[in-house]
């Protein structure tokens, strides 16, 4: 089994336990970042490394989920996002990028790994 690295952005200590398990469970090597900023800082240092983005588009600090996506997309325009949001939904038409997935909370964490897995696979589909 090939282990993928994805990258998670999530403040909320008790969803990065839970994704991150998930994610390890399903065969994914999750790196957690608690901010965008930090989060985009770890992207750009070590460019290549991962190969998907989960970003929760309402994560504390000044760059919230959608400017992470960004920065991963400057860095590889195909670069797979798996979006989570609880109020935001809305915005995913707008701003929302080819290749990505929104997740609406709750959901279960299973759903994320067929979520990821969808993605890295070649497709895309709203859920």
């Known amino acids: 089994m090939v282990v ?57 600090g000044r760059m919230d989920g959608w400017e992470v996506a960004k920065h991963a997309r400057e860095l590889d325009p195909e670069f797979p996002i798996v979006y989570m949001t609880g109020i935001r939904k809305d915005e995913w038409g707008s701003r929302g990028v080819p290749n990505s997935i929104l997740m609406t909370k709750p959901f279960a964490p299973a759903q994320l790994v067929t979520a990821l897995s969808q993605l890295l696979n070649g497709g895309t589909a709203a859920t």
Request: hydrophobic share 40%; no cysteine; charged share 25%.
């Open 4 to 60: 993928v690295t994805g990258f998670v952005v999530e403040d909320d200590e008790q969803l990065q336990i839970v994704v991150e398990d998930a994610l390890t469970e399903g065969g994914f090597e999750p790196a957690i970042a608690p901010s965008g900023e930090e989060a985009v800082t770890l992207l750009r240092g070590n460019k290549g490394s991962y190969r998907a983005l989960v970003a929760d588009i309402g994560v504390r």
